[in-house]
Protein backbone atom coordinates (compact mmCIF):
# COMPACT_ATOMS: atom_id res chain seq x y z
CA UNK A 1 0.00 0.00 0.00
CA UNK A 2 0.95 3.43 0.07
CA UNK A 3 3.77 4.90 2.46
CA UNK A 4 3.91 8.98 3.09
CA UNK A 5 6.67 10.36 4.81
CA UNK A 6 6.46 13.97 5.72
CA UNK A 7 9.31 16.23 7.20
CA UNK A 8 10.35 17.87 9.52
CA UNK A 9 7.88 16.90 12.55
CA UNK A 10 8.43 20.80 13.77
CA UNK A 11 9.12 24.08 12.52
CA UNK A 12 9.70 27.24 13.75
CA UNK A 13 9.73 30.89 11.75
CA UNK A 14 9.60 33.96 12.37
CA UNK A 15 6.59 35.87 10.88
CA UNK A 16 6.92 37.38 7.74
CA UNK A 17 9.79 33.84 6.77
CA UNK A 18 8.20 31.32 4.36
CA UNK A 19 7.64 27.61 5.80
CA UNK A 20 8.54 24.50 3.32
CA UNK A 21 6.95 21.27 4.23
CA UNK A 22 7.98 18.25 2.43
CA UNK A 23 6.71 14.81 1.50
CA UNK A 24 7.31 11.85 -0.28
CA UNK A 25 4.97 8.76 -1.52
CA UNK A 26 5.74 5.56 -2.47
CA UNK A 27 2.98 4.46 -4.75
CA UNK A 28 3.77 5.88 -8.24
CA UNK A 29 0.07 5.56 -9.28
CA UNK A 30 -0.85 7.88 -6.88
CA UNK A 31 -2.18 10.81 -8.98
CA UNK A 32 -3.71 13.28 -6.19
CA UNK A 33 -2.16 14.95 -3.20
CA UNK A 34 -3.89 17.64 -0.66
CA UNK A 35 -2.74 20.01 2.01
CA UNK A 36 -5.20 20.09 5.52
CA UNK A 37 -4.57 22.34 8.04
CA UNK A 38 -5.53 21.12 11.57
CA UNK A 39 -5.40 24.01 14.45
CA UNK A 40 -5.83 22.78 18.16
CA UNK A 41 -9.18 20.59 18.50
CA UNK A 42 -10.76 21.14 15.22
CA UNK A 43 -11.24 19.99 12.07
CA UNK A 44 -8.96 19.57 9.06
CA UNK A 45 -9.29 21.61 6.73
CA UNK A 46 -8.22 21.37 3.08
CA UNK A 47 -5.87 24.47 2.11
CA UNK A 48 -4.71 23.37 -1.09
CA UNK A 49 -4.16 20.07 -3.93
CA UNK A 50 -2.68 18.87 -6.86
CA UNK A 51 -3.04 16.54 -9.48
CA UNK A 52 -0.44 14.39 -11.23
CA UNK A 53 -0.79 16.37 -14.63
CA UNK A 54 0.40 19.52 -12.94
CA UNK A 55 3.94 20.52 -11.58
CA UNK A 56 2.93 23.38 -9.43
CA UNK A 57 0.17 25.12 -8.04
CA UNK A 58 -0.78 28.50 -6.35
CA UNK A 59 -3.03 30.06 -4.01
CA UNK A 60 -2.46 33.46 -2.62
CA UNK A 61 0.42 33.15 -0.06
CA UNK A 62 0.37 28.72 -0.26
CA UNK A 63 2.06 26.75 -2.99
CA UNK A 64 2.36 23.66 -3.27
CA UNK A 65 5.09 21.91 -6.16
CA UNK A 66 4.79 17.85 -7.32
CA UNK A 67 7.67 15.68 -8.77
CA UNK A 68 6.17 12.87 -10.22
CA UNK A 69 9.82 11.28 -10.99
CA UNK A 70 11.21 12.12 -7.30
CA UNK A 71 7.86 11.16 -6.00
CA UNK A 72 7.97 14.20 -3.80
CA UNK A 73 5.86 17.11 -2.93
CA UNK A 74 5.74 20.05 -0.99
CA UNK A 75 3.88 23.25 0.64
CA UNK A 76 5.40 26.66 0.05
CA UNK A 77 3.91 29.07 2.49
CA UNK A 78 4.94 32.94 2.40
CA UNK A 79 4.52 35.80 4.37
CA UNK A 80 3.87 33.93 7.11
CA UNK A 81 1.61 34.78 10.13
CA UNK A 82 0.93 33.96 13.48
CA UNK A 83 -2.45 32.76 12.31
CA UNK A 84 -0.70 29.94 10.13
CA UNK A 85 0.27 28.37 13.16
CA UNK A 86 -0.74 24.99 13.11
CA UNK A 87 -0.57 21.12 11.93
CA UNK A 88 -0.02 20.32 8.23
CA UNK A 89 -0.61 17.43 7.09
CA UNK A 90 0.03 15.98 3.59
CA UNK A 91 -1.67 12.99 1.52
CA UNK A 92 -1.90 10.84 -1.66
CA UNK A 93 -4.42 8.77 -2.96
CA UNK A 94 -4.49 6.86 -6.43
CA UNK A 95 -8.65 8.06 -6.98
CA UNK A 96 -9.49 4.93 -8.47
CA UNK A 97 -13.23 5.65 -7.86
CA UNK A 98 -12.65 6.05 -4.45
CA UNK A 99 -10.93 8.65 -2.05
CA UNK A 100 -8.95 6.88 0.72
CA UNK A 101 -6.17 9.23 1.55
CA UNK A 102 -3.00 7.91 2.87
CA UNK A 103 -1.93 11.13 5.28
CA UNK A 104 1.84 11.94 6.44
CA UNK A 105 2.91 12.08 10.20
CA UNK A 106 2.19 15.44 10.15
CA UNK A 107 4.19 19.10 10.73
CA UNK A 108 3.94 21.58 13.58
CA UNK A 109 4.54 25.13 12.37
CA UNK A 110 5.08 27.80 14.92
CA UNK A 111 4.73 31.45 13.70
CA UNK A 112 6.58 33.05 16.02
CA UNK A 113 5.08 37.23 15.80
CA UNK B 1 -25.13 25.40 2.33
CA UNK B 2 -24.13 23.22 5.87
CA UNK B 3 -20.65 21.80 6.39
CA UNK B 4 -20.16 17.72 8.00
CA UNK B 5 -21.21 17.42 11.36
CA UNK B 6 -20.83 14.64 13.88
CA UNK B 7 -21.63 13.37 17.42
CA UNK B 8 -21.60 13.14 19.47
CA UNK B 9 -18.82 15.16 19.94
CA UNK B 10 -16.86 13.44 23.06
CA UNK B 11 -17.74 10.05 24.78
CA UNK B 12 -15.97 7.44 27.07
CA UNK B 13 -16.73 3.69 27.15
CA UNK B 14 -14.95 0.69 28.51
CA UNK B 15 -13.37 -1.97 27.02
CA UNK B 16 -15.68 -4.52 25.12
CA UNK B 17 -18.72 -2.33 25.56
CA UNK B 18 -19.94 -1.30 21.89
CA UNK B 19 -20.04 2.42 20.29
CA UNK B 20 -21.83 3.92 17.59
CA UNK B 21 -20.60 7.44 16.08
CA UNK B 22 -23.09 9.44 13.82
CA UNK B 23 -22.09 12.12 10.70
CA UNK B 24 -23.96 14.43 8.24
CA UNK B 25 -22.45 15.10 5.30
CA UNK B 26 -22.22 18.17 3.66
CA UNK B 27 -25.05 19.14 1.58
CA UNK B 28 -24.84 18.08 -1.88
CA UNK B 29 -22.30 15.47 -1.16
CA UNK B 30 -22.85 11.47 -1.78
CA UNK B 31 -20.05 9.74 -0.28
CA UNK B 32 -18.56 9.64 3.25
CA UNK B 33 -15.86 8.18 4.59
CA UNK B 34 -14.54 7.67 7.83
CA UNK B 35 -10.92 8.13 9.49
CA UNK B 36 -9.26 7.29 12.83
CA UNK B 37 -6.73 9.80 14.06
CA UNK B 38 -4.61 8.66 16.98
CA UNK B 39 -3.13 11.59 19.27
CA UNK B 40 0.23 13.18 17.14
CA UNK B 41 -0.75 10.99 14.36
CA UNK B 42 -2.38 11.56 10.64
CA UNK B 43 -5.55 10.09 9.99
CA UNK B 44 -6.19 6.60 9.26
CA UNK B 45 -8.63 5.47 6.50
CA UNK B 46 -10.97 3.08 7.84
CA UNK B 47 -13.90 2.96 5.22
CA UNK B 48 -15.62 4.91 2.53
CA UNK B 49 -19.50 4.58 1.99
CA UNK B 50 -21.28 5.23 -1.81
CA UNK B 51 -24.75 4.36 -2.75
CA UNK B 52 -25.13 2.81 1.19
CA UNK B 53 -22.69 0.49 0.26
CA UNK B 54 -19.27 0.17 1.32
CA UNK B 55 -16.83 1.35 -0.92
CA UNK B 56 -13.31 1.00 0.06
CA UNK B 57 -11.98 -0.47 3.39
CA UNK B 58 -8.66 0.43 5.03
CA UNK B 59 -6.37 -1.92 6.89
CA UNK B 60 -9.12 -2.28 10.09
CA UNK B 61 -10.87 -5.66 11.63
CA UNK B 62 -14.37 -6.38 10.66
CA UNK B 63 -15.51 -5.24 14.52
CA UNK B 64 -15.38 -1.69 12.68
CA UNK B 65 -18.67 -1.22 10.14
CA UNK B 66 -20.98 1.20 9.05
CA UNK B 67 -24.01 1.83 7.58
CA UNK B 68 -25.11 5.00 4.93
CA UNK B 69 -28.50 5.88 4.73
CA UNK B 70 -30.28 7.31 1.96
CA UNK B 71 -30.27 11.30 3.18
CA UNK B 72 -26.13 10.16 3.10
CA UNK B 73 -26.21 10.28 6.26
CA UNK B 74 -23.60 7.38 8.21
CA UNK B 75 -22.72 5.43 10.82
CA UNK B 76 -19.60 3.86 12.30
CA UNK B 77 -20.08 0.90 14.56
CA UNK B 78 -17.07 -0.38 16.64
CA UNK B 79 -17.79 -3.69 18.59
CA UNK B 80 -15.47 -5.10 21.86
CA UNK B 81 -14.05 -1.60 22.39
CA UNK B 82 -9.97 -2.22 22.98
CA UNK B 83 -7.50 0.46 24.33
CA UNK B 84 -6.15 1.21 21.01
CA UNK B 85 -9.43 2.17 20.01
CA UNK B 86 -9.02 5.63 21.60
CA UNK B 87 -8.70 8.31 19.05
CA UNK B 88 -10.64 11.38 17.25
CA UNK B 89 -12.67 9.50 14.85
CA UNK B 90 -13.19 11.82 11.82
CA UNK B 91 -15.87 11.50 9.36
CA UNK B 92 -15.37 13.24 5.71
CA UNK B 93 -17.85 13.77 2.62
CA UNK B 94 -17.45 14.06 -0.87
CA UNK B 95 -19.27 14.27 -3.98
CA UNK B 96 -18.37 11.52 -6.45
CA UNK B 97 -17.40 12.32 -9.67
CA UNK B 98 -16.66 16.00 -9.06
CA UNK B 99 -12.84 15.71 -8.07
CA UNK B 100 -14.12 13.92 -4.90
CA UNK B 101 -12.37 17.19 -2.60
CA UNK B 102 -12.84 15.92 1.05
CA UNK B 103 -14.41 17.74 3.98
CA UNK B 104 -14.24 17.00 7.07
CA UNK B 105 -16.08 17.26 10.10
CA UNK B 106 -14.91 17.84 13.92
CA UNK B 107 -14.68 14.55 14.92
CA UNK B 108 -15.78 12.45 17.64
CA UNK B 109 -13.40 12.10 20.54
CA UNK B 110 -13.68 8.32 22.10
CA UNK B 111 -11.92 7.39 25.30
CA UNK B 112 -11.79 3.98 26.03
CA UNK B 113 -11.14 3.17 29.64
Known amino acids: GENVEQHPSTLSVQEGDSAVIKCTYSDSASNYFPWYKQELGKRPQLIIDIRSNVGEKKDQRIAVTLNKTAKHFSLHITETQPEDSAVYFC????????????FGSGTRLQVQP | ETGVTQSPTHLIKTRGQQVTLRCSSQSGHNTVSWYQQALGQGPQFIFQYYREEENGRGNFPPRFSGLQFPNYSSELNVNALELDDSALYLC????????????FGSGTQLSVL
Open chain 2, 92 to 103: ASSLTGDGEKLF
Open chain 1, 91 to 102: AADRGTGRRALT
